[in-house]
């Protein structure tokens, strides 16, 4: 295999040479607490119920273009019509669609800006890097709370075109203030604030009712953490004029037909197996949190998703050692800025899972 420079590098972007490809670790540790899936299967009956409705596909056909049963369902789940839902294969693909229909610079800049705060979901920088957008990055206040004056102060300046806030927000697991996200809207109409509720169903809190009350606000919604990750179905809901232009970017058949159905089954059929896994979930980030307090040097910041932000006060890097000697993965942040460099975040797995973090965390710092 060839590693001589490609003369085609120099048609890159330039945004797009630093950047590493996201290559997941091919390793796969016995217990995996780092990617904020589900850690609950599906169970028997929900495999067959999908094996049958799967057998009953055209498979030779292309699928639905308009995903209308796969967008029904989503309404139905968020409310709203199945036009404002532009669906897309995971949520990342809908941030890139965004991104590239609402590309256009304001009047007197060369790039549109995109804003968000920091930290927060890498995608948002990742992606308005890669489509030529300039990232526009807030640091969280105290707390993990949104920082309303700079916030202010950032929609002022660069006047973005998009903003992204993620709530409950990822890594730090915190939802933001309702009143502090609508005093941002009102101050922004001109700017499409995309409220990214992908760990909402951990919180039992919404705000997909919003997108009827602000013709300048989104919501977007996924099922990759409530147990259909595999499928990779992610949503947004837009007011009906907007959605309408968002939806001819879309690549057409982006979803296909399994996915398509696996994902109106989640929102139907299954969705009752589904929020139960969602409570079980929530009980043992309960209890875990719980017993992390009792644990010297560590803190388990307060959660409303499926993961919890750990911070180490001692040696962070032996904490991580003794986790994967155990066979325990969870995300470290080591290159980014304090405190999230003496932190590592842990997804909430099946108690037995949870018992083995517990028991190596309590072997080492007790």
Known sequence: MSTTPSPLVGLLREEVL????????????????????????????????????????????Y??????????????????????????????????TLMTALSRPRPGRT???????????????????????????????EDFALDEAAMLRALSEHAPNLVFLATPNNPTGNRFDPAVMRRLIEAAPETL???DEAYAPFSGETVSGWVAEYANVGVMGTLSKVGL????????????????????????????????????????????ELSANVE????????????LAELPGLKAHPSDANFLLVSVARDLGAVMDALAAAGI??????????????????????????????????????
């Open 229 to 272: 990750a595999g499928a990779r179905i992610g949503w947004i809901r837009l007011p009906l004029t907007l959605a309408a232009e968002v939806d001819k970017v879309r690549q057409p058949f982006d979803l296909g037909a399994p996915s398509q159905e696996m994902g109106r089954l989640g929102l139907t059929t299954l969705w009752p």
């Open 193 to 195: 604030f995309v409220l």
């Open 280 to 291: 079980a979930i929530r009980r043992e980030r309960a209890r875990v949190s719980a017993a």
């Open 18 to 61: 630093p950047l590493r490809a996201y290559v997941p670790d091919p390793k796969r540790p016995p217990i995996r607490l780092d990617a904020n899936e589900s850690p609950y299967p599906l169970s028997d009956e929900a495999r067959d119920r999908i094996a049958q409705s799967l057998a009953q596909l055209s498979l030779e056909r």
């Open 63 to 96: 699928p639905d273009a308009r995903a209308f049963a796969l967008r029904q369902a989503i309404a139905d789940h968020v409310g709203g019509t199945w036009e404002e839902i532009v669906p897309g294969c995971g949520s990342d693909e809908v941030i890139s």
């Open 111 to 141: 790039r549109a800006s995109v804003l968000f705060p920091t930290p927060s979901f890498v995608m948002y920088r990742i992606s308005s890097l890669t489509h030529g957008h300039t990232p526009v990055e807030v640091a969280l206040g």
């Open 329 to 366: 993965s969870v995300r470290r942040f080591a290159s980014a800025p304090a405190p999230l460099d003496r932190a590592f975040r842990v997804s909430i797995g099946q108690p037995h899972e949870n018992d083995a973090l517990l028991a190596t965390l309590s072997m080492l710092l007790s």
